[in-house]
């Protein structure tokens, strides 16, 4: 059994540390339904705090252009592919 850890909220680009959480959750294998893999928490005030971050992001995403926008997507899938093989370890 491996459990992944937990970093926090991830917002503007880095990682939030959850303190005073407002909810928690935890993920069980897709296995056995009983091994739990992932505890997660988070509070309520980072998610409108994760809103304005995608809208700040949103525009200039958008005026990137098309071929600027497809390199991003190309580096994203090289780097899951790097990490595929552990990716896949875990979700198994």
Known sequence: EQTLEFKGDF???RFRAIENADD???VHSP???KDIVLRCATRYDHVDQAVQ???KAYLPW???GLEKRKAHMLRLKEVF???AEEL???LA
């Open 24 to 26: 928690e959750w935890e």
């Open 62 to 64: 958008a005026h990137l």
């Open 88 to 90: 896949a370890q875990i």
């Open 53 to 55: 971050a995608a809208r």
């Open 11 to 13: 917002i503007d680009g």
């Open 81 to 83: 592919q790097a990490g």
């Open 31 to 33: 296995a056995n339904l």
